[in-house]
C-alpha cells in the first residue's frame, strides 16, 4: 500500500495488482505509480524475476549518482560488480515507455544501479533477490565510507585480484541459503506477525 511505513506492511496488507498495474483485489489502499512502472517492467520481461526488490538508501543513491558507479574498492563490490548493470535517470518513473529501456539495460543481470535514484535486486527467490540487495547496500555503504577520505586516497583493488574475486564469488550461491534463514528470525524477532 502505498504510504504506508515499512513496519506496518504484513503479507496480508500487500496489494495484488496484475502487469497493467489494475488491482486485482478488494483494498482500500491505492500503489505507487513509480514503483509500478520499474518492478512490473521486470516482472514482465524476466521469468527469473520473481521477486524485485528497490531502494532508494542514502548510501545506494550516493554511489548510484557518482560517475564511476559502483568501484572495485572492497570485497563485496569486486564479488558483485560484474552482475551491476546501470540504467539512466529520466525522472520520476512515470513514464511507462522507460520501462522497455530500463529492461534492456538490465539484461540478464542481477543487480542494476539506477542512476541519481536507487538500487534494485532481481531473483527467482526472496533469498536470491535479498542476498542481492544486501550485499549491493553494503558494498555501496563501503564506497561511500571510503571515499570520505577523498578519491586519491582510496586503493583500486588490482586487476588480478578482481578476476580472481569474480571467480571465486560464482560459486557462493549457497550463501543465501544461510543467510536467508537467519534474515528471518532477525525479521519475527523484530516484526512478529510480519508473515500474517
Not at 26 to 31: A, G, L, R
Not at 49 to 57: D, E, G, K, R, Y
Request: charged fraction near 20%.
Amino acid at each position: 500500500p502505498y504510504g504506508w511505513y515499512f513496519d506496518e506492511i504484513t503479507a496480508s496488507c500487500l496489494v495484488k495488482v496484475d502487469l497493467d498495474g489494475n488491482i486485482v483485489q478488494e483494498t482500500e489502499s491505492f500503489i505507487n505509480p513509480a514503483g509500478f512502472t520499474i518492478h512490473s517492467a521486470v516482472h514482465a520481461a524476466r521469468e527469473d524475476a520473481h521477486f524485485v526488490i528497490h531502494l532508494h538508501t542514502v548510501n545506494g543513491v550516493g554511489v548510484a549518482a557518482q560517475k564511476d558507479g559502483l568501484l572495485p574498492i572492497s570485497q563485496n563490490a569486486c564479488l558483485l560488480q560484474h552482475q551491476v548493470a546501470y540504467h539512466g535517470y529520466e525522472g520520476l518513473a512515470l513514464n511507462h515507455d522507460e520501462r522497455e529501456r530500463l529492461v534492456a539495460d538490465l539484461g540478464d543481470r542481477s543487480l542494476m544501479l539506477l542512476r541519481n535514484h536507487g538500487t534494485m535486486a532481481v531473483g527467482n527467490t526472496a533469498a536470491q533477490a535479498w542476498l542481492g540487495i544486501f550485499f549491493l547496500e553494503r558494498a555501496c555503504a563501503q564506497q561511500v565510507a571510503a571515499l570520505s577520505a577523498g578519491r586519491d586516497n582510496v586503493l583500486i583493488a588490482p586487476d588480478a585480484a578482481q578476476a580472481e574475486t569474480k571467480e571465486q564469488g560464482r560459486g557462493i550461491g549457497f550463501v543465501s541459503s544461510l543467510a536467508w534463514p537467519g534474515a528471518l528470525r532477525q525479521l519475527q524477532r523484530k516484526s512478529p506477525g510480519y508473515d500474517a
